[in-house]
């Protein structure tokens, strides 16, 4: 049975870790100095909204004992291994330097749709690889929760350039949202491809016009032939798609709200008030107005259209 890892939170159970734990929002409100503490955002916007907050179930020491039990034929025994609170850690130092992997307040959280939803629950007798899990509310007893972080649903801690898997261990393998943060895309497709069994089946997700994004660092986007690339070369690619979750206005959302946040109080509001037909206006006629000259420029790097870079080689 899946254990949930969250739970609705109340004025009598809230504790300031857990909810900011799970609440993005209100973690970025407090970064940017717009709300004081976690408190304060539940007051104003998570009792009225049904917020959650993590929850330490007590199944999940059972749970997770239990899905090693089933994962130990298949770890390597050529790669390091440390055990901590039950999770095998294979990031060593070596790993972590090679990854480039810093410490970061941000929190990765992704809900499943129900694609991948149906991909867990028809491998229910057998193992699924999420490879780059983040923090997940509900723990699959048959999902290998695979990160750089160990968070409460965290099986496993490693690398996707470097999985600690043996050839063919896994009946499918989960990949969403992850490949923009590793530094080699291609090497963690190739394992992931390696690890699979003849079989089965890859449900990947990756952005294409979404904004900069770290965690801690964000390094590629791809197009539908960029992701379709990765794998060619090692699955059988069936379809690219665009789901709901991933649609265009998404990406019109996340950049606008971006941007709106980002400006001055009166550029904010005459920005709000601008219509789709002005902001199609040829782009150098606008770059001198204001709503573009008062985007900070860590704002704009995060929704840059492109940037430029200059090097030199080093004198020998």
């Known amino acids: 049975m899946p254990l949930d890892l969250v739970v609705p939170v ?18 970025a ?31 999940l020491p059972r749970a997770r004992a239990d899905k ?16 901590d609170e039950g999770r095998a850690d294979f990031l060593t130092p070596e ?35 999420d490879c780059g899990a983040g923090y997940r509310s509900t723990y699959y007893e048959n999902v290998v929760n695979y990160e750089i972080v160990a968070y409460p649903s965290t099986d496993v801690l490693g690398v996707g350039e470097a999985l600690p898997f043996r050839d ?27 690890v699979l069994k ?28 960029g992701v379709r690339r990765l794998f060619e070369d090692h699955l059988v690619v069936e379809d690219v798609r665009v789901i709901d979750s991933m649609h265009p206005v998404w990406a019109l959302h996340w950049i606008l709200a971006v941007w709106a946040e980002a400006l001055p109080p009166e550029t904010r509001k005459a920005f709000r008030k601008m219509t789709v037909a002005d902001l199609m206006r040829a782009p150098m006629e606008q770059v001198g107005q204001p709503f573009c000259r008062h985007l900070p420029p ?19």
């Not at 717009?34 to 909204?49: C, D």
């Not at 130990?72 to 440390?82: H, I, Y």
């Not at 989960?174 to 497709?189: G, K, N, Q, T």
Request: glycine share 8%.
């Open 198 to 225: 003849p079989g089965g089946r890859l449900y990947c997700g990756m952005p294409f016009l979404q904004p900069y994004h770290g965690y801690p660092h964000h390094y590629f986007n791809a197009t539908p032939q």
């Open 168 to 194: 063919g261990s896994f009946d499918a393998v989960l990949s969403i949202a992850v490949l923009e943060h590793v530094r080699d895309p291609f090497a963690c497709a190739a394992e992931i491809a390696r």
């Open 95 to 129: 790993l972590r330097a090679n990854a480039r992997i810093a410490a970061t307040e941000a929190v990765s959280s992704n809900g499943y749709d129900p694609t991948a939803l149906d991909l867990i629950a028809r491998h229910a007798d057998g193992l699924v690889l």
């Open 68 to 83: 090693i039990t089933r994962l130990q034929p298949f770890l390597r025994t050529d790669m390091a291994c440390t055990w």
């Open 10 to 27: 109340t004025a009598a159970n809230f504790d300031e870790a857990r909810y900011l734990a799970v609440n993005a929002d209100a973690r």
């Open 298 to 316: 860590d704002k704009q790097l995060e929704l840059a259209c492109a940037t430029v870079l200059t090097a030199h080689k080093p004198e020998i």
């Open 29 to 59: 409100a407090i970064a940017s100095g717009r709300l004081g503490s976690g408190r304060e955002h539940f007051s104003r916007f998570g009792g009225p909204g049904g917020r959650l907050m993590a929850y330490a179930n007590p199944d």
